[in-house]
């Protein structure tokens, strides 16, 4: 998974943060030179609960009758966070605000096809 981050960190200097949740481990890693960065323990926390939890509500109303799911960008005040399903897990990105995060959504995807 290591891999896949430094492809992802590689698509854009405005991606700040990359986190990949799968089969219970939890890696990340934050661009170092960024400033305005959450705390690791608060990134943990966000990924364990906040995002997993938004991913199941976000996914069960689309399957209602909104054709699915993809994925959840949320828009903090110091950046964009990218959440979409992967390997019964997710992957999670943040995004500088000075970057529009839907200009590099597609190679973020085409990068995790990769990894499917």
Known sequence: MEQLMDIIF???LG????????N???ISSVRQELQNTS??????YEELIVNPTLLKLVTQRGNIDCGGAEFVLVRYGNFYEFVKPFRDGHVSIGI??????LNIISSIE??????K
């Open 10 to 12: 590689s698509l854009s």
């Open 15 to 22: 991606i700040r943060y990359v986190a990949i949740y799968t």
């Open 24 to 26: 219970g481990k939890l």
């Open 39 to 44: 705390s690791s323990e608060s990134d943990k």
């Open 96 to 101: 500088q605000l000075n970057e529009n995060p």
């Open 110 to 115: 085409e990068s995790l096809q990769k990894f």
